[in-house]
């Protein structure tokens, strides 16, 4: 009963939209007040409906209502509590439906947090978010419904699909839809502006902290899934280059590609049709990435069940809101001027650089991923494009990045001169230094590329940290320096700190990290990089919904202990495929990996190890970046405007 | 129907397939194991989903690496290996495609977008000076209406 | 202005490739050995592990030459279509892969036995030298030894009447007689 009202709730939302998409947008052309008031309460209540109807999915969840086909096959009643929540958002029909409820969460804060904006803008803002809820609730009925009732029911689930039974799993979608879909506010406002006419800094101003938030969401996403991928799969790599890796990839890039552009835009009202333009582009990426994931164009680890017909739709949606977009900026971009002028040497110029070079990757991103459709269509041949490639043509494009970034910090808006060399003397000596350091005692396989991208990260965090650092020397205290800096700088100081981390960690990992498959007999050791693997034990554990085989392994490095790890080989009874466990002793300066092999009789097991030094900095500076992205948005200058604008 | 399910139940009890592992003996020599463990993340494992042959424990890809093993062992160099594995499952196996006519344009792809949004770039830098000595003119224009206004006035 | 257009040119291209991406199989990989004389071979068959027979013994007429193994759903789906080519007349040969003599023996007892003689690859080389992905697999060899075209998965009627029949008569009726 409880999932007819989802249903038809979600059947109202659906119908609530087409009222939001049109009616606002009549009366914003018409200038019809009472019609554009309509905007607000529509899409408060789309989020109220499409609200009841993830608590109603939620609820047969909860309650293994196997009579829903949705819970049939994709739960249990043996699937532990968390999972049988998570389980909503594991398979398509109900992750989609997070997709539309997390949407319809953005335009309800749209409507919450936009009190300043003119009441046409935020009308226009509100209704073009409702066209993507429309299209998205569409897909979700006509296609993909997941309260769809299975007659009659059945006695048990089919269970999760046991890949996804892990904590990170629980919370990564969440937060890359979050991302995702923030990503359509951005498209929204620039559309919005379009339709309006009026690009200027303003503009960029209000779009902005919505743009930063989505991108601080997919930051995060990102990290949790390679952080889910590193342990999970078993194999200790980080980033695969997967296609599913690479269709949340490239939105990151062209947003954060974004966020720059914005701030250039809003300070120096120039490069606004570059900003509209990436703008759309994000999102399109957005949705090129859920078509990607969702169409089954592409083979890859972690793609849902897919269907063609599917992709259809989502392409049929990309079009019409890319193709609206693109519409309106050809229609207007002619009129827009820029009227920020700039010399070739100045902050303008090197975040010109940094956006060239972001949507550079980017397209080399997309162009390696769609390649080999391409060579299938045109009958040319099968090919793999994978890691080999992306490492080849992407690190390229990130140490220039790097360098630029040092630069871009320190120089001033409009014009600067040879002082920036000046004004970098100190820092580049500190860099330098710290990056010699640096490769000579902790990096140990050393090679010209590993070394200077160890000198570029060094460059990247000096050069990010300079600017309080001299606060705090002229104010004179630590307190006063930190609080004479702005909120907004002390936020790209800390995501410009998390990048250099990242890249450190990556650069190391790369360099040093020690991998042995081995076979070892119950009792005996064996030793990788530095550490010894002793194989004490192998029993069977039972699970509450698996069973597993799982080893004891004494980690010593030389006379000291370090850790017991226990790597599993999992069986989950219902859909009884095996998964690895691995047994991992993580730390700040090394990892310490195992994962379980198979039997190989005599009382043998081959097994994976492997240490990895400084792996967790990967994601701890992704961390950095999102908590920069965090304070980016918390600067009270947003507030101010909201408050001058009220009064 | 009887048939189908007598098929599967005896398809389960033989499923389990001889471990490949146990004659998979990998090179003792450290500079071998190197060029197989790279060679052996370059290859992509041709029934997985999108695994190489070092990730996966497919029948097929614990085969491929013992076939891998031998060949090293053999002396083959690893543009050898490369071709031997192309010529059976073709440039498909390869991670790193191959540079020929049919991938020029992927291998390009970076080049051409840093070229083409280079010059953008460089139209907006030299747009910028442009606005710049617009911005004067109407300056200019500016100050001379003004100039009329006070004429006026006076 | 033309700028303006080229965003538009762009999406039109990405959205035409992944269209027409969504009617492609992805999993469908072409064999290179197509147009190539078989890989050579010497193995023992089914039958008798004494008895060896090699590429060269094969050669004179055309015929499919099928991968299997007794552990494989989709090969006990193929095998009914197997018994009644070969009830037809046609030439088959298997390649049995990855088993157990027994297992694949008691297969064509309980089933019947389409092949005019299966051939026993357990070390897993042969397969690999005909760049076997999964199995069943079917190649058409024409008399001369050399590969006319595979299929990937189980043969169905439809695959059969359409496609491979009508090369495999040409590949007899080119063949020469006697």
Not at chain 1, 112 to 127: D, G, Y
Not at chain 1, 318 to 337: D, H, Q
Not at chain 1, 441 to 468: D, K, M, Y
Not at chain 3, 152 to 175: F, M, S
Request: charged residues 15%; hydrophobic residues 50%.
């Amino acid at each position: 009963m409880f999932i007819e009202v989802g249903h038809f709730a979600v059947v109202l939302a659906f119908a609530l939209s087409i009222v939001a998409s049109t009616i606002p947008l009549w009366g914003a052309h018409k200038a019809d007040a009472r019609l554009m008031a309509l905007a607000v309460p529509a899409v408060r209540g789309q989020f109220v409906l499409i609200a009841v109807g993830f608590a109603a999915l939620v609820a047969a969840f909860i309650d293994n209502d196997f009579s829903v086909l949705y819970v049939a096959e994709n739960s249990n009643t043996a699937l532990p509590f968390a999972y049988r929540i998570a389980a909503v958002w594991g398979a398509h029909e109900g992750s989609l439906l997070l997709w539309v409820l997390i949407l319809a969460g953005w335009a309800l804060a749209v409507s919450i947090f936009s009190q300043s904006l003119p009441v046409v803008m935020k009308t226009r803002v509100l209704a073009l978010l409702s066209w993507v809820t429309l299209g998205f609730l569409s897909f979700l009925l006509f296609t993909s419904n997941p309260f769809e009732r299975l007659i009659p029911a059945a006695l048990e689930g089919r269970d999760l699909n046991p890949l996804l039974q892990d904590p990170a799993l629980v919370i990564h979608p969440p937060m890359l839809y979050m991302g995702y879909v923030g990503f359509s506010v951005a498209w929204a406002f620039a559309v919005a502006a379009l339709l309006g006419g009026t690009l200027d800094s303003t503009w960029a101003r209000w779009s902005r902290p919505w743009t930063t938030v989505a991108w601080l969401f997919l930051t995060i996403g990102i990290s949790l899934g390679s952080w889910w991928a590193y342990y999970e799969l078993g194999w200790g790599g980080w980033w695969f280059w997967d296609p599913v890796e690479n269709a949340s990839f490239m939105p990151w890039l062209m947003g954060t590609a974004l966020i720059h552009s914005l701030a250039v835009t809003e300070k120096r009202a120039t490069f606004k049709n570059w900003t509209v333009l990436l703008a759309i582009f994000t999102f399109s990426l957005s949705l090129l990435g859920t078509f990607l994931v969702r169409s089954g164009v592409l083979v890859s680890v972690h793609a849902f069940a897919t269907d063609p017909e599917r992709g259809a739709w989502i392409l049929a949606m990309m079009t019409i809101f890319v193709s609206v977009g693109l519409f309106l900026y050809a229609w207007r971009a002619p009129y827009i001027t820029s009227v920020g002028k700039f010399n070739w040497l100045s902050r303008e110029s090197l975040l010109l650089v940094n956006n060239v070079l972001l949507v550079v990757a980017a397209i080399t991103v997309l162009t390696g991923t769609l390649y080999p459709i391409a060579l299938d269509w045109l009958k040319v041949g099968k090919i793999s494009v994978g890691p080999p490639y992306f490492n080849a043509t992407f690190v390229p494009l990130m140490l220039p990045l790097m360098l630029a970034m040092g630069f871009g910090v320190a120089s001033r808006w409009k014009r600067d001169s040879r002082q920036l060399l000046n004004r970098l003397a100190v820092a580049s000596a500190v860099a330098a230094a710290l990056g010699l350091l640096f490769n000579l005692v902790v990096v140990e396989n050393n090679s010209v590329l590993i070394a200077v991208s160890v000198f570029l990260a060094f460059w990247v965090l000096v050069t990010a940290a300079r600017e309080p650092i001299q606060r705090i020397r002229s104010k004179g205290s630590v307190a006063a320096g930190i609080k004479s800096l702005p909120l907004h700088l002390h936020g790209m100081v800390v995501a410009h700190i998390g990048l250099a981390i990242t890249a450190l960690g990556i650069a190391v990992t790369s360099a040093d990290s020690a991998m042995a498959d081995e076979v070892i007999k119950r009792g005996n050791s064996a030793t990788v990089g530095g550490y010894e693997f002793q194989f004490m034990n192998i029993e069977e554990v039972a699970g509450p919904n698996y069973d597993a085989t799982r080893a004891s392994i004494k980690v010593n490095q030389g006379r000291e202990h370090v850790a017991w790890l226990y790597p599993e080989k999992r069986i989950y009874r219902v859909q009884t495929s095996p998964m690895t466990e691995a047994g991992i002793d993580a730390g700040f300066t090394r990892d310490v990996y195992i994962s379980l092999g198979e039997p190989v009789g005599n009382d043998s097991w081959s097994f994976r190890m492997q240490v990895k030094p400084l792996v967790r900095w990967i994601w701890l500076g992704t961390i950095f970046m999102a908590i920069g992205g965090l304070l980016a948005v918390c600067d009270p200058r947003y507030r101010r405007q909201a408050k001058r604008k009220a009064a | 129907m009887r048939r189908v399910v007598k098929a599967l139940l005896f398809l389960f009890l033989i499923a389990s397939p001889a471990w490949a592992i146990d004659s998979f003996q990998l090179p003792e020599d450290p500079q071998l194991l190197a060029r197989y463990q790279a060679l052996s993340e370059e290859f992509r494992c041709l029934v997985c989903q999108n695994q190489n042959l070092a990730d996966s424990n497919a029948e097929l890809a614990k085969d491929l690496k013992i076939e891998l093993v031998e060949l090293l062992q053999a002396g083959k160099n690893d543009e050898q290996i490369r071709e031997f594995l192309v010529a059976r499952y073709g440039d498909f196996v390869l991670y790193r495609p191959p540079v020929n006519s049919a991938t020029a344009f992927l291998w390009l792809a970076p080049l051409i977008a840093v070229s083409v949004l280079g010059l953008v770039v460089l139209m907006l830098w030299r747009r910028g000076r442009q606005t710049e000595t617009a911005t004067a003119n109407d300056e200019q224009v500016a100050a001379a209406l003004a100039d009329l206004k006070k004429q006026k006035n006076s | 202005m033309k700028r303006f257009i080229l965003p538009f040119v762009f999406l039109a291209g990405l959205v035409t490739l992944l269209a027409a991406g969504l009617g492609l199989n992805p999993r469908e990989v072409p064999s290179p050995l197509i147009g190539k004389p078989v890989p050579e071979f010497t193995l023992p068959t089914l039958a008798d592990p004494e008895f060896r027979v090699s590429d060269r013994d094969l050669k004179g007429q055309p015929y499919l030459f099928n991968v299997w193994a007794s552990w494989c759903p989709t090969c006990y789906q193929e095998h009914p279509l197997l018994m009644q080519l070969a009830e037809r007349g046609v030439n088959i040969v298997g390649l049995n892969i990855e088993d157990e003599r027994a297992d694949a023996i008691a297969v064509l007892e309980k089933g019947g036995d389409p092949y005019r003689v299966v051939l026993v690859d357990y070390d897993g080389r042969s397969r690999i030298d005909w760049g076997v992905i999964a199995t069943p697999e079917t190649f058409l060899v024409d008399a001369n030894g050399v590969i006319q075209y595979k299929h990937t998965g189980a043969i169905t009627w439809q695959d059969w009447a359409e496609v491979i029949a009508p090369k495999y008569q040409q590949l007899l009726t080119g063949a020469p007689r006697g």
